[in-house]
């Protein structure tokens, strides 16, 4: 018995839109199933955090954004993060990609990094082989909605023992809340290939509600080794919902890097598949909640591959109004011997009227296996703030000091200089209003 | 010009949870001198180095305490400190992510104007040089504050912290606690080191062997809240090989405690255990 759900896009709109892109006929049909799939599903069941209550109907229309010459074109704030680099970038504006290059030499080693448009026609075969397999479209409404009208996005292919040394950077920006913003990011990583990939999703002068809806995929084979950073910082108007999980074979590794600065609501969750025999997962999260904002963060390892190992680590600083819920699963099935999960979440309060959970929930289906968690929700320290005025430092700066230190076991184990540097600011950012 | 500084305690009285600790302390100590408090456990000694500090958890209900002249009770915690008061803890925190060099580049520069704050190779250079003196292993800079540490590392970094931040007025909260004999020297040394005419020292303590290393000036009994014996360095030893009873009889003073107050910080650290004889 489901009730009468009003989807905010229809048929004939999703099937002209497909029509005038020329998408290629899996891709149309598979739009259109979805949209019935999502007429038909419920939003998912989250720990403590009813979706219902949430704003999240308004996905705009898709509206193209002319191509621009260079990065001069974007605001000067965007152009900052990205200015170090010349090559091997993507920008996508609201509903579409705007900019994109690629050095000749990754070209020349076979390497695909187009949007998701362009590559579901161009490498039809190989997009359609992986797109929306490791995320399902029909696990609930959401992942059915996104199926439907995605657009823009990012598709990144790293051919077989192909070693990408610089990161690949793409922004995805909103400036028009009546566009559609809900990009979807394929990545797939051949056998003993490595390569790194950073995206900044971010808002600038949003008014009204809209939803950004995202899905990341990452196929990681046997042997390949893929960095994923990502950092939000959407506008208080924007909820975002993002899904973000990697099937990882053999011997292969993601790492997850983690920054959910929004200010409006957030649901993310961020799952590893650990197929493979001697795969791993490393995942480091850090969230900060402010004003009334309702995070709802989960990171997911669930092992089948034998010595496969995960580490997820998540720390909330909450402030104001703010409720975080936080989850935590390894979940370890039957045959994964010798596997290995740990996971951490920490959660500070800074103000008696925020709310933090973290939910660590260990499910193992194996007899030999290690497995550990560490969980706390606390306030800051009164006789730390003491110790540390004792010394000459003031409140301020010693609160600072302790929230920043807990937030450090994180910040300062990412490895890419640039990210750490921006995430840092996006943490000053947030904190110092 | 005289930086020969003057702390004066005057009739203090201190509440914990409105219980009374301290029952009117009087007590002057000028650059050069170096004081003890003795006591045994629970007779407020600890709790007259909290007041003076301004832990939040005690109260003071009388008196005065003043640095040259300035009130220093009407102060914040961090105001004190930049005055020149400086307090090594008994069970210093420990706090995540905040290295040991951070820590202490930003206690140096809230002392400073903005502008004169210190270059990172000075301090680095300072830093590296005190650690040496106390025979610290260099990584601790990088370490995350106290975290991790041994009691004996801890008790070495509240030194260090001491020798790094130059204040006038020193108090020494059961330093010798958790050490062994090479690190009670060390920290001795370090102590030794640093007295000046610009600089007064009060060492409270229970044990007379830190005092075999670091001679007091003057040597104060405290039971109940009070002062209850004052004299020089010969006091202490009397002290060691006589114990505290004979004052108590002097006195004639059943019960030397005042409450609870030390008790509730006892928690397990690497204490070394005194030697039973």
Redesign the interface.
Known sequence: MTTQIILPIDQSEVQALSKSKNEPEWLSSLRLEALTLAGQLDYPKLEKTNLNRWSIDSYGKYKSSDSIKSLADLPQKFQTSLQDQKDNLLVQRNSNVVFQTLSDELTKQGVIFTDLETAAKEHSELVQKYFMQAVKKDENQLTAIHTSLWSGGVFLYVPKNVQVEIPLQVLFLNEDDTSIFSPHVLIVAESNSSVSYVDHVTSEGVANDLVHNSIVEVFVKPGAKVQFSTLHNLNGKITDLSYRRAVVENDGSIEWIIGEMNDGNCMSDTSSILKGNGSTSDAKIVCIGTNDQKLNITTNATHFGKSSDSDMITRAVMNDNSTAIINGVTKIEHGAKNANGEQTEKVLMLSPTARGDANPMLLIDEDEVTAGHAASVGQV????I??????????E??ER??I??????VV?QIPIKQVADQLQALIEGKLER | MSNSPKFVIDGLKATIENKEILKGINLEIKGGEVHAIMGPNGTGKSTLASAIMGHPKYEVTEGTATLNGVDLLEMEVDERARAGVFLAMQYPSEITGVTNADFLRSAINAKREEGDEISLIKFIRKMEGKMGELEMNPEFMHRYLNEGFSGGEKKRNEILQMAMLDPSVVILDEVDSGLDIDALKIVADGVNNMRSEERGFLIITHYQRLLDYITPDFVHVMMQGRIVKSGGPELAERLESEGYDWIKEELGIEDETVGQEEEEFKMPMNTVAPEFK
């Open positions: 320290d009164k006789n730390q003491y110790y540390l005025m004792s010394r000459g430092i003031s409140k700066t010693a000091l302790i920043y230190g807990f937030l450090a076991p300062s």
